[in-house]
């Protein structure tokens, strides 16, 4: 009998029924299916409420980065990861930057835009005049719409109108720039620009469409500094090398893209682990990097007079310490109290230092002793496990492998059998 994914209603199910039906669409066994009950620390109520058609949980390694001293208060870092290596080398980079003083990161003010669309006006120039003249109109009908985030010294503070070009022609795009203080504010913005839009298309004469938030979040930007002493990296011949694979991410969008990967290894892992929007912080930090037709790093590195190792890293951090994720996932909420934050600035900050830091881990190890050495020793472990290793032969057979420079399946499965053998 040939199998539909077409089911009306589906979302409707109680969980279980809904793994039942997962389980005779894809032909899993009991043992498999068992796999779905366990929750964990979220459980299953709160799991069904924060997306739609929930069958499990997917669990995702906590660990927590050490030796971390960001403007000058010693910190534990969350991160959410399940590749090998990350953890340690931010943490290994952590205790390098210690040596002088650490990061020192700041930030700006949360600021979003909210974005109104409008199409077939016929005057553009003069629409966007028109906008702007009534900026205080608009402004006030934003922030009746959330009195709570005006009230903690948030909400709508600036109004920008631009005109560009399209291949359907010109079009007139309407941008409130709202504060919106410790939330990410996604909701609050698109809201605002919801209430908005039937003004501004009264104004324009025009017809809006999009009324949503940017996930390039240019004004609300963190930053973070930190000197690395050279002989701790290994030597000015280590540093040198690092500065020349930075030149090599400046000049080629090919190296570049795994050049910011890997500060995105850090930065996401965190922004995961304290419940924000992994996709919408990685598309800011891609869209920031490539925001003068050009895509760079994320990173700047030279060395200072003394011949240390100098980065600085610069990118939109659209993150927050209230609503969403943060507020109805456990263990995002056990995250941040670990961190200690009180504001999201704070912890945009903290997330700015992870990210440099898994930066200059990675150059790091590819001017030296080459990022295959480490990482796959960690690797071997992972590929141990699944072919279905367990306890002390997991470090047997990963063991092994590395020594013998095979890490593969095949071989993992001809140690397991040897092994099990005995």
Same mark, same amino acid.
């Given at each position: 009998?040939?199998?539909?994914?077409?089911?009306?209603?589906?979302?409707?199910?109680?969980?279980? +029924?809904?793994?039942?039906?997962?389980?005779?669409?894809?032909?899993?066994?009991?043992?498999?299916?068992?796999?779905?009950?366990?929750?964990?620390?979220?459980?299953?109520?709160?799991?069904?409420?924060?997306? +739609?058609?929930?069958?499990?949980?997917?669990?995702?390694?906590?660990?927590?980065?050490?030796?971390?001293?960001?403007?000058?208060? &010693?910190?534990?870092?969350?991160?959410? %990861?399940?590749?090998?290596?990350?953890?340690?080398?931010?943490?290994?980079?952590?205790?390098?930057?210690?040596?002088?003083?650490?990061?020192? =990161?700041?930030?700006?003010?949360?600021?979003?835009?909210?974005?109104?669309?409008?199409?077939?006006?016929? &005057?553009?120039?003069?629409?966007?005049?028109?906008?702007?003249?009534?900026?205080?109109?608009?402004?006030?009908?934003?922030?009746?719409? &959330?009195?709570?985030?005006?009230?903690?010294?948030?909400?709508?503070? &600036?109004?920008?109108?631009?005109?560009?070009?399209?291949?359907?022609?010109?079009?007139?795009?309407?941008?409130?720039?709202?504060?919106?203080?410790?939330?990410?504010?996604?909701?609050?913005?698109?809201?605002? =620009?919801?209430?908005?839009?039937?003004?501004?298309?009264?104004?324009?004469?025009?017809?809006?469409?999009?009324?949503?938030?940017?996930?390039?979040?240019?004004?609300?930007?963190?930053?973070?500094?930190?000197?690395?002493?050279?002989?701790?990296?290994?030597?000015?011949?280590?540093?040198?090398? %690092?500065?020349?694979?930075?030149?090599?991410?400046?000049?080629?969008?090919?190296?570049? =893209?795994?050049?910011?990967?890997?500060?995105?290894?850090?930065?996401?892992?965190?922004? /995961?682990?304290?419940?924000?929007?992994?996709?919408?912080?990685?598309?800011?930090?891609?869209?920031?990097?490539?925001?003068?037709?050009?895509?760079?790093? /994320?990173?700047?590195?030279?060395?200072?007079?003394?011949?240390?190792?100098?980065?600085?890293?610069?990118?939109?951090?659209?993150?927050?310490?209230?609503?969403?994720?943060?507020?109805?996932?456990?263990?995002?909420?056990?995250?941040?109290?670990?961190?200690?934050?009180?504001?999201?600035?704070?912890?945009?900050?903290?997330?700015?230092?992870?990210?440099?830091?898994?930066?200059?881990?990675?150059?790091?190890?590819?001017?030296?002793?080459?990022?295959?050495?480490?990482?796959?020793?960690?690797?071997?472990?992972?590929? =141990?496990?699944?072919?279905?290793?367990?306890? +002390?032969?997991?470090?047997?057979?990963?063991?092994?492998?590395?020594?013998?420079?095979?890490?593969?399946?095949?071989?993992?499965? +001809?140690?397991?059998?040897?092994?099990?053998?005995?």
């Amino acid at each position: 009998m040939k199998k539909s994914s077409e089911v009306s209603g589906f979302y409707k199910l109680p969980i279980k +029924e809904r793994a039942q039906f997962v389980k005779e669409f894809a032909g899993l066994t009991d043992q498999e299916a068992t796999m779905f009950e366990a929750s964990g620390p979220l459980p299953f109520d709160i799991a069904n409420r924060m997306i +739609e058609n929930v069958i499990g949980i997917m669990p995702v390694p906590l660990a927590v980065a050490v030796n971390f001293l960001v403007n000058g208060r &010693d910190m534990l870092v969350p991160m959410a %990861i399940e590749e090998p290596s990350v953890v340690a080398a931010a943490s290994n980079a952590a205790k390098i930057a210690r040596a002088r003083g650490g990061f020192l =990161a700041t930030s700006t003010d949360p600021i979003m835009i909210g974005q109104i669309q409008v199409v077939d006006v016929k &005057d553009t120039q003069r629409a966007r005049f028109e906008i702007l003249a009534q900026k205080d109109r608009i402004l006030k009908r934003a922030n009746d719409q &959330d009195p709570v985030l005006v009230s903690l010294g948030g909400g709508a503070r &600036d109004l920008q109108v631009r005109v560009i070009d399209t291949f359907l022609g010109k079009m007139v795009i309407a941008e409130i720039l709202v504060d919106c203080r410790d939330a990410m504010g996604a909701n609050a913005v698109n809201t605002m =620009a919801e209430a908005v839009a039937p003004v501004v298309e009264e104004i324009s004469g025009g017809h809006v469409y999009l009324r949503i938030i940017s996930n390039l979040a240019v004004n609300r930007l963190a930053r973070a500094k930190a000197i690395f002493d050279r002989q701790q990296l290994g030597g000015e011949e280590v540093v040198d090398g %690092i500065i020349d694979a930075y030149a090599f991410a400046l000049a080629d969008p090919f190296r570049c =893209a795994t050049h910011n990967k890997g500060i995105m290894n850090g930065v996401t892992a965190v922004v /995961l682990a304290t419940g924000n929007d992994t996709r919408a912080v990685e598309a800011g930090a891609h869209a920031y990097a490539a925001r003068t037709g050009h895509y760079t790093s /994320l990173t700047t590195w030279e060395k200072n007079v003394e011949g240390n190792l100098v980065g600085t890293i610069e990118m939109p951090m659209a993150v927050g310490i209230v609503g969403g994720a943060t507020a109805s996932n456990p263990m995002a909420r056990l995250s941040l109290k670990i961190l200690g934050i009180k504001t999201a600035k704070e912890l945009a900050e903290i997330i700015a230092s992870v990210g440099l830091a898994q930066n200059l881990a990675a150059l790091r190890a590819l001017a030296s002793e080459g990022i295959q050495r480490g990482h796959m020793g960690l690797h071997a472990r992972n590929v =141990a496990i699944s072919v279905g290793a367990t306890g +002390e032969l997991i470090d047997v057979i990963s063991a092994q492998m590395v020594a013998e420079k095979r890490i593969r399946i095949d071989r993992a499965k +001809e140690l397991l059998e040897q092994y099990s053998s005995r």
